[in-house]
T-cell receptor, first 119, second 113 residues
Framework: DTGVSQNPRHKITKRGQNVTFRCDPISEHNRLYWYRQTLGQGPEFLTYFQNEAQLEKSRLLSDRFSAERPKGSFSTLEIQRTEQGDSAMYLC?????????????????FGPGTRLLVL | GDSVTQMEGPVTLSEEAFLTINCTYTATGYPSLFWYVQYPGEGLQLLLKATKADDKGSNKGFEATYRKETTSFHLEKGSVQVSDSAVYFCALTYGGSQGNLIFGKGTKLSVKP
């Protein structure tokens, strides 16, 4: 157990519907990352937060995607007007408290992911 | 841009065989390097890491050495077990404001009894 939880674990939706995922990171850490993993591929970076501020967004994050982290605690990722190409595993990650943020020594721990299937 | 390349899978080995999964990277700076493992039906787990050149990461009998001269971080294990069957991902990050991980495509390992 990495201490990062995600809900729901599975989501099946019809094309055009909106979906929202939640991530509860390791407590007391100010960074939180979202990734997407499609079948047979490695995870790809979507966006990250430092506290409540969204500091970077990948070009993979189209305008149908929005992420929030109110009060710098849990985070939500919403996909509007879902498309079949959005079907993937959505992963959340955070470092553990005490992990250095400098010099490339930060180690991210992943939640179990939310598997989305768009029909 | 920075990238990670892993050997194509799947890799099928017999129990107690020697394992090598190749990983090379392209980086503009000096990243930290990681191996993550994904067991069937489970999330990504950190297997081992190395933060600077010549560092060796090790865990559960797996080892990888950060080779700056060959830009490689090959994963090795002397004697694999059926329970090692999983998908292995090599990744790099700079940490700090560039803390996102860049992953390879993954290598699926199947170990037969």
């Amino acid at each position: 157990d990495t201490g990062v939880s995600q809900n729901p674990r599975h989501k099946i939706t019809k094309r055009g519907q909106n979906v929202t995922f939640r991530c509860d990171p390791i407590s007391e850490h100010n960074r939180l990352y979202w990734y997407r993993q499609t079948l047979g591929q490695g995870p790809e970076f979507l966006t990250y937060f430092q506290n409540e501020a969204q500091l970077e967004k990948s070009r993979l994050l189209s305008d149908r995607f929005s992420a929030e982290r109110p009060k710098g605690s849990f985070s939500t990722l919403e996909i509007q007007r879902t498309e079949q190409g959005d079907s993937a595993m959505y992963l959340c990650a955070s470092p553990r408290p005490g992990a250095s943020l400098h010099g490339g020594k930060e180690t991210q721990y992943f939640g179990p992911g939310t598997r989305l299937l768009v029909l | 841009g920075d990238s990670v390349t892993q050997m194509e899978g799947p890799v099928t080995l017999s129990e107690e065989a020697f394992l090598t999964i190749n990983c090379t990277y392209t980086a503009t700076g000096y990243p930290s390097l990681f191996w993550y493992v994904q067991y069937p039906g489970e999330g990504l787990q950190l297997l081992l890491k190395a933060t600077k050149a010549d560092d060796k990461g090790s865990n559960k009998g797996f080892e990888a050495t950060y080779r700056k001269e060959t830009t490689s971080f090959h994963l090795e294990k002397g004697s694999v077990q059926v329970s090692d069957s999983a998908v292995y991902f090599c990744a790099l990050t700079y940490g700090g404001s560039q803390g996102n991980l860049i992953f390879g495509k993954g290598t699926k390992l199947s170990v037969k009894p």
